[in-house]
């Protein structure tokens, strides 16, 4: 019985995943190598069977082996953890808008001052700065990257003037 219900859900899997669509998800992945986990297979072996059968869809030997690992721990979930928190980055229209204005009111401000005023990191401050706001640093100035030659010149002098 074991054999017989080892094929068919290989053979799910691999009807999931005909044709261009790949309709599997990460879930059912999972699923699959718990099951052969269950049955007392080694990571190795769940991977040479899953090659077997899925050829270059199959997860590569360290997925497998992480999730056995996962599961010999007793974290017997397939599911994905949720991942509560701060986002990663914090790039919002409000966000740009602020330190556009904070910008405007004191060309010379540092990023590190914009990101201490707002809270986030002088890293994404730099990111929003250069390639949302289209500005770079001028001698001490935050000024747009679309001057003309003549404005370039212009800074440039008065730059060097101060």
Not at 23 to 30: S, Y
Not at 72 to 94: L, Q, Y
Not at 128 to 153: G, R, Y
Request: aromatic share 8%; with cysteine.
């Amino acid at each position: 019985m074991c054999h017989i219900a080892r094929l068919s859900l290989l053979h799910k899997l691999k009807v999931s995943m005909s044709g261009n669509a790949r309709n599997f998800n990460n879930m059912e992945m999972r699923a699959v190598i718990k099951f052969f986990f269950l049955q007392g297979k080694a990571p190795k072996e769940i991977h040479t069977i899953l090659t077997e059968t899925l050829g270059e869809h199959a997860p590569s030997y360290a997925t497998i082996k992480n999730w056995v690992a996962k599961f010999i721990c007793g974290g017997f979930s397939t599911r994905d953890a949720s991942h509560p928190g701060r986002p990663k980055t914090v790039t919002n229209p409000e966000i740009i808008d602020e330190i556009h204005e904070v910008i405007l009111e004191d060309c010379r401000i540092f990023a590190k001052s914009i990101a201490e005023q707002l809270g986030i990191s002088r890293v994404r401050v730099g990111s929003i700065i250069h390639e949302d706001s289209d500005m770079w640093k001028l001698s001490t100035k935050w000024v747009l990257k679309c001057l003309n030659v003549d404005h370039k010149c212009q800074w440039c002098q008065s730059s060097e003037q101060l």
